[in-house]
């Protein structure tokens, strides 16, 4: 015996069932695509976050070397402000010869060499010497030429006990490192070097400019 309600009743419960299981089915879809998808962004803001990172990190970089780059830029003018022009290059030959008189020295030469370039504006010039007198005597004399002036430095110095002078005489040959600003008002110079020039004073005589 059939009974229709019955049949229908089951029909549509069947049809609910199948319905919610192909809505349960489709949410299921949904929520595993969305979880992919939150995994995704993460990853890509972790990633963005890194870059973020670095990228702060050079700009500090950048910064600090900025910083450093300006102090030294000023450090380095304030080294060249207190540089002496060319134009004085006489007077520090003059001051060479007058404390080697004053310390007992003689001096058999002073040769001043061609300008070469030192970094920024400024110029190195060497100054080549050879002097004589007691060891006492060199040794006041080369603490006073290098003593308290910022653009000099002594690159080399050798002594020898020359022939001829006395046992108590000794021969110092040095070279010093004089630094110099162009002088603005001297036209700029040739690309052929300028000669050395030679100072050898005369007998009793220490100063060849007076």
């Known amino acids: 015996m059939k009974y229709p309600v019955l049949a229908g009743i089951r029909w549509r419960e069947l049809c609910f069932l199948g319905g919610a299981a192909l809505v349960l089915a489709l949410t299921g879809l ?9 995994r995704r962004l ?76 030192a970094g920024g504006a400024a110029q190195e010039v060497e100054i080549e010497a050879i002097v004589h007198g007691g060891y006492a005597n060199l040794k006041g ?7 308290g002036e910022r653009y000099l430095a002594l690159k080399s110095l050798e002594f020898f006990r ?12 040095f070279v010093l490192a004089a630094y110099f600003l162009p002088d ?12 050395a020039q030679s100072f050898s004073p005369p007998l009793g005589k220490s100063d060849p400019f007076s």
């Not at 004399?141 to 003593?147: Q, S």
């Not at 020359?162 to 040959?173: D, M, S, T």
């Open 42 to 117: 993460s990853a890509e803001l972790v990633q963005a976050k890194a870059y973020l990172t670095q990228q702060d990190q050079l700009a500090q970089q950048q910064a600090d070397l900025e910083q450093r780059l300006d102090q030294a830029r000023k450090k380095t003018r304030h080294t060249l402000g207190a540089l002496p022009t060319e134009e004085k290059q006489p007077a520090l030959l003059a001051a060479l010869n007058r404390a080697a008189a004053e310390n007992g020295v003689g001096v058999t030469k002073l040769t001043v060499h061609s300008p070469t370039p």
């Open 184 to 195: 603005p008002d001297l036209p700029e110079p040739s690309g052929a070097p300028r000669p």
């Open 30 to 38: 949904y929520t595993a695509s969305e979880w992919l998808t939150v």
């Open 162 to 173: 020359p022939e001829g002078k006395g046992a108590g005489v000794l021969e110092a040959r």
């Open 141 to 147: 004399y080369l603490a006073e030429v290098t003593a």
